[in-house]
T-cell receptor, first 113, second 109 residues
Framework: QKEVEQNSGPLSVPEGAIASLNCTYS??????FFWYRQYSGKSPELIMS????GDKEDGRFTAQLNKASQYVSLLIRDSQPSDSATYLC?????????????FGKGTTLSVSS | DAGITQSPRYKITETGRQVTLMCHQT?????MFWYRQDLGHGLRLIYY???????DKGEVPDGYVVSRSKTENFPLTLESATRSQTSVYFC????????FGPGTRLTVT
């Protein structure tokens, strides 16, 4: 059974702080990794993708991947109240989209002003 | 506007009725997916399609039927709705990265 694990939270951080969200996955053959943000009552929105070991930065977001440890994380710098949402980690075991994604259950982030 | 749309956005139906949820994308993505999202279970894949006339089961396909006669459409049919199928249904499309539609909230009474 392929699994993606996330701490459900809630993770509470003050405005301006760094929020760190973590995800582990069970299938060592996993090849691509995604972070989605989901606001309450809305659909998941893709915010980051990462395919190779190391860091990938996009604005205030940094995704980190360590395939040896089967670990992927998302850092949000200068957290804003608008970042309050559930963050879903998703893993694809194949390089193409055909096999779909395995999702974690999500971590709820709350940023207080 | 280009994108992925779902209809209806909200639906209430009775047990035993047939219900079809529609999904339409204008990106010409090859792949399309149906997920359901339930509290405590997260997102679970129901069916997916790699191209027109090619579909395959996901994690929770029982009670659902799909078809894909055109690349842009991927309807999901509940043949005889049950209360356990009350959920939020998301359609997604991809050539590589998946993008989600706005969802359909379905209640089976």
């Amino acid at each position: 059974q392929k699994e993606v694990e996330q701490n459900s939270g809630p993770l509470s951080v003050p405005e301006g702080a760094i929020a760190s969200l973590n995800c582990t996955y069970s299938d060592r053959g996993s090849q691509s990794f995604f972070w989605y943000r989901q606001y309450s009552g809305k659909s998941p929105e893709l915010i980051m993708s990462i395919y190779s070991n190391g860091d990938k930065e996009d604005g205030r977001f940094t995704a980190q991947l360590n395939k040896a440890s089967q670990y992927v994380s998302l850092l949000i710098r200068d957290s804003q109240p608008s970042d309050s949402a559930t963050y879903l980690c998703a893993v694809n075991i194949m390089p193409q989209a055909g096999t779909a994604l395995i999702f974690g259950k999500g971590t709820t982030l709350s940023v207080s002003s | 506007d280009a994108g992925i749309t779902q209809s209806p956005r909200y639906k209430i139906t009775e047990t035993g009725r047939q219900v079809t949820l529609m999904c339409h994308q204008t990106w010409s993505h090859s792949y399309m997916f149906w997920y359901r999202q339930d509290l405590g279970h997260g997102l679970r894949l129901i069916y997916y399609s790699a191209a027109a006339d090619i579909t395959d089961k996901g994690e929770v396909p029982d009670g659902y039927v799909v078809s894909r006669s055109k690349t842009e459409n991927f309807p999901l049919t509940l043949e005889s709705a049950t209360r356990s199928q009350t959920s939020v249904y998301f359609c997604a499309s991809a050539n590589y990265e998946q993008y989600f539609g706005p969802g359909t909230r379905l209640t089976v009474t």
